[in-house]
């Protein structure tokens, strides 16, 4: 009897472990993140996007954000602080800015790097939705302990090559850190982003809370997020560089 019992014992604990490594697999982690956001066909509905809110970096570092998206790939981010407005964009192909905390008052050509992070952002359902015929790499590398709970680890590289680890909590299937490399005015800097505070607007999830920080500095950018428009009307001249 004690030998049956422990066949039963060892047959249940086999067929538990098989249930959950079915459910690491990436496939099924994408799917779940899917249904997250929305489904395939709310988030198809949304051709524009428009989020507003507001930046802080500190006492009295703080700045009114507005990020316009349309598809194909095209996005538009203005900061506005001490009056002063600044804009980096992406129309698709090409990438520009308009920068007065570096003294440029007039549109330039966006460096290399930050016109790649720019095409980057202008992807609506993000890197992990139709991953494959975006032509990206998604691989699991494990299960992370992060302070709201465990999260599947993802090793995402991009088309473009450029490699980011993406954390979808493993309750909620939202993408809540990302981590990644940027190059920042000639340096490489290792960045970490915490998303939370889901919300639903014409059915799909978006992060009302978003913070980031250069890994190893106490310095975090928090930003809030006020409204979110799904499908306002944005006129193409928005995402074009201005004649110079």
Known sequence: MRAGMQAVTIAL?????????????????????????????????????????????????????????????????????????????????????????????????LPEDEAATSAEQADIEGPLVDWKAKGHKVELVGTAPLPGGPAHELKVTLKSGAVRRVFVDAATGFIVRTESTRRVRGHDVALDTDFGDYRKTNGVAFPYSIE????????????????VEVNPKLDESRFKMPPR
Not at 212 to 227: F, H, K, M, Q, Y
């Open 13 to 109: 604990a086999a067929l538990a472990s098989a249930t959950y490594a079915t459910a690491q697999t990436v496939d099924e982690i994408v799917a779940k993140h899917l249904a997250a956001r929305g489904g395939r066909e709310a988030l198809a509905a949304v051709k524009t996007l428009r989020l507003s809110g507001h930046a802080t970096a500190g006492p009295g570092r703080e700045a009114i954000v507005r990020r316009e998206i349309a598809r194909p790939g095209k996005i538009r981010t203005e900061f506005v602080f001490q009056g002063t407005t600044g804009v980096y964009a992406w129309d698709g192909s090409q990438g520009w800015r308009v920068s007065p905390l570096d003294g440029s008052l007039d549109a330039e050509p």
């Open 212 to 227: 980031g920080s250069a890994r190893g500095r106490p310095n975090r950018l928090r930003i809030v997020v006020d409204s």
